[in-house]
């Protein structure tokens, strides 16, 4: 009677959450609309199902959930510090932050001020490839990957295949109920052989709930 729905028990698990913040300056930064209530949602139940939770997470937690430790980062190579320095020791990576592509090469170590000379140019650089690194591990754990895609998912089967995923979870943001900041989600699950299964509209605990059974029946 006590187990009961502590089927993740004995399990160690890394989930991000959040989008990453590159700063331009000390005032400014490149992000995104990520919320981090899915990477929450994931935390947070596999905690309640007994899992040992790392959440690195870029947006404050604000359940207070036992089980879950939380690692607060802003930037990309912040959270691929955060996440490769855990990973070895962990049975599964779940990658639900919104992680940025890009960041400024120089930021300035102050406000950039308007100008008469014109409007300054920022140049970019590639950030850390979170996902990749852990999936190019000798010994890696099971790696679950995110898509935030607008419109067609054919880009996520190809990421799922490229990236060499266990699962990648696939959602349409321009859908209505499954954009940044909402509480549903309506995604397609693609696994590493590239068949698919697409999940109705739905809570995202509920989302995260379907995701962990998944997770389960993997590590089985």
Known sequence: VLAAGRDLAGLSM???????????????????????KMGFAIASAAARRGAA???????????????????????AGEM????????????????????????????????????????????????EDVLAGVV??????????????AGDLEDAERKAKDKGVDLLVANDIARPGSGFGSDTNEVTVIDADGSSESWELMPKDEVADKLLDRIRDLNA
């Open 14 to 36: 890394i989930v991000t959450a959040g989008g990453t913040r590159e700063p331009i300056d000390p005032v400014r930064y490149i992000g995104n609309h990520s919320s981090g």
């Open 80 to 127: 691929a510090r955060a996440v490769w320095g855990r990973a070895a020791e962990s049975d599964v990576v779940v990658m639900a932050a919104a992680v940025a592509d890009f960041r400024p090469v120089n930021p300035a170590d102050h406000k950039i001020k308007r100008s008469r000379d014109g409007i300054p140019t920022v140049e970019f650089e590639a950030t």
């Open 53 to 75: 939770v790392t959440l690195v997470s870029t947006v404050p937690y604000l359940a207070d959930e036992p089980g879950v430790d939380v690692v607060e980062v802003d930037t």
């Open 136 to 149: 190019a591990m000798e010994e890696r754990p099971i790696v679950v990957g995110f898509a935030a895609e």
